[in-house]
């Protein structure tokens, strides 16, 4: 028994490397602050519209009986830039509907943005003062969220989306179409 | 000593000890402040207790992020409309979760967490008396009755011996036994 104490310290050690070597191995971000929107449904959307002459962004756009994708981006994020061509291809290849809004941004610079790279948002909001992230869970841009059709968010991305989170993001989009 | 260093000693010490007064510096604008102190303080309460969601450790009200500004815009807006605390706090744990809570919460999954801790001394401070009392020995068992013999004989012929052996520095008691 009293042997038996003495491989405490060891097993200890060996119990922490196991949780150590884990983290490793299985990409445990213990940075991430993960996302409690998932499952969920989607939180509330109201917003006025970012190009001119169109009506404001409301509820009624996720309850269309198809799957949206909603874009929180602006103007002056690096990363919106390198994952724009991402949703220009779900756009036009895949027919995505995608609800951009442009966050934090002043809608001129938001709207010289899309008429500069392209634009792939079917309805385009602003959300000046970052009530409407908040209301998201929002950290900051680019975030993404894929909403099925009946309304309940699946994904929800935190930074840029790249060509591998595709594969999650397509087949939703046509199970629900 | 020359004058220059006393005065330089003087600033050195003064700077000592304003730093003692020192607060940590608020993110929190002025701008932002609500008119009513009672919910300006409650406001900082909860402030002080809510995660920034992009700089990891830090309350909103010591970060600048927006988002860190955008918490604390509606965390006063939730206490005027006439939220409690925990309504506030509610508010941003459905937003983003546990994650915005300073201090966690007691459930089964974090568990681990708050007992984690207090389990680990527990158990070794057990290991520790176990221990402690394994190495004291125990009581020795009664002499046998031939023993007990043994030792008078042993004790009867000591009586007749030296109590200290003779040298140099010999003892009174050997004075008189010459």
Redesign the interface.
Known sequence: M?RA?FL?PLLMVAVLAGFFGWSLLAGRDP?S????MVGRPA?KLAAPALRKGEPALDESLLKSGRPVIVNFFASWCAPCLAEHPLFMRLAERDRATIVGIAW?NKPDDARAWLARLGDPFKYAGTDL???L????????VPETYVIDAQGIVRLHFRGPITERDLDRILPLLRGGS | MRPRDDTFRFFALCVLVLSLFALPALALEPHERLADPALESRARDIGRNLRC??C?NQAIDDSNA??AA??RR?VRERLVAGDSDAQVFDFM?????D?VLLRPPFRPGTWVLWLGGPLVLLVAGA?LVL?AR?RRPAAPPPLTEEERKRLSVILSEAKDLPLQPAGPSASPLDDKRA
Not at chain 1, 33 to 36: L, P, Y
Not at chain 2, 93 to 97: H, I, L, M, P
Request: charged share 20%; no cysteine; aromatic share 8%.
């Open positions: 009293n104490l405490l940075a602050i993960g996302s409690v939180p934090k003062d970052g009530r992230g908040l209301d998201w869970g929002l950290s900051g | 969601v992009v990891q927006e988002v955008d918490m509606a744990v459905a937003r983003y979760g994650y290991a221990a394994r």
